[in-house]
């Protein structure tokens, strides 16, 4: 590792220009080396915007691929010794000098055997999402997986909030509570839209699997966990996200046909047994 770890932000973009106008002065405001736009044939104004600022690099692909294919556009612009912070166009950045917090954070974790290490990811009212993080992608966390989106549909009542979380806090170990202050907690998957991984860890797998169009974060820890790279949540590097949907009504059936995908190439008996 080199004695300055250079930290670059790669942001996925598909048609979010308004957005990127509003994040990039803030990824300017914060050290990066580098800034990358990596844009998934974009119909929009993306462009036009990105060449307002000119320490931005654009990449830009020739069709539409969706989000996983679109990030692995930056694995041809990057060394192997670089830590790249992927977040998503629709975001807003709250941490200050974000570069070096997250030279701090990949230094904290590094003799733990962490190479990916995501943020907290949360709404504009504070609270934070309630997939943040979570366990391996398996029956045991399908069945698991709506109960935190559970408990934050009460956060509001917070006496009928507490006693859902009671109920069902033996199940959601493994997922974030959103009644508690987030903390760190070596995870499973991490929130793709506010991360940091080692540009080496991320060619080691050869990057996201292009053809996902769905639960790509799932599929990549998985293949993390095969060659014992360790996966780490840390609340100190935050963004907010706006929840723009370029994914449409298509996103269920994606949704649907990602986890089928998941379960025939990692094997029925790991997904049935893995926890």
Same mark, same amino acid.
């Given at each position: ?54 320490? $931005? ?31 998503? +166009? ?20 590094? +003799? ?11 709404? !504009? ?6 997939? &943040? ?43 974030? &509570? ?25 060619? !080691? ?5 292009? !053809? ?26 935050? $963004? ?36």
């Amino acid at each position: 590792m080199p004695e300055r770890l250079p930290v670059i932000a790669a942001v996925p973009n598909y048609n979010m220009g308004d957005y990127l106008r509003r994040l990039l002065p803030q990824l300017l405001d914060r050290g990066y080396d580098r800034i990358f736009v990596l844009d998934d044939a974009s119909t929009d104004h993306s462009v036009d915007v990105v060449a307002e600022f000119g320490d $931005v690099t654009l990449v830009r692909a020739a069709v539409n691929r969706g989000a996983s294919a679109n990030r692995n556009q930056i694995i041809d612009q990057v060394d192997d010794d670089v830590l790249i912070h992927f977040i998503d +166009a629709d975001m807003d950045l709250k941490t200050p000098d974000t570069a070096d917090v997250a030279r701090e954070l990949a230094a904290r974790y590094a +003799a733990q055997g962490v190479g990916v290490i995501g943020g907290l990811v949360s709404r !504009s009212d504070g609270s934070q999402e309630p997939h &943040n993080y979570g366990p391996s992608f398996s029956f045991r966390a399908t069945l698991t997986s709506g109960l935190p989106l559970l408990v934050d549909r009460f956060r509001h009542q917070p006496r009928l909030a507490r006693t859902v979380g009671r109920v069902v806090k033996p199940a959601i170990k493994q997922w974030p &509570n959103v009644l508690e202050a987030p903390v760190p907690k070596q995870t499973y998957w991490l929130h793709e839209g506010n991360m940091l991984i080692y540009s080496h860890v991320l060619k !080691s797998v050869g990057g996201y699997d292009a !053809s996902m169009r769905e639960h790509e974060a799932q599929d990549l820890s998985i293949r993390l966990e095969k060659l014992g790279i360790k996966r780490q949540f840390d609340p100190t590097i935050e $963004v907010v996200h706006h929840y723009v949907d370029v994914r449409g009504k298509t996103r269920l059936r994606n949704q649907y046909y990602a986890a089928r995908y998941i379960i025939r190439k990692h094997g029925l008996a790991r997904y049935l047994t893995d926890r």
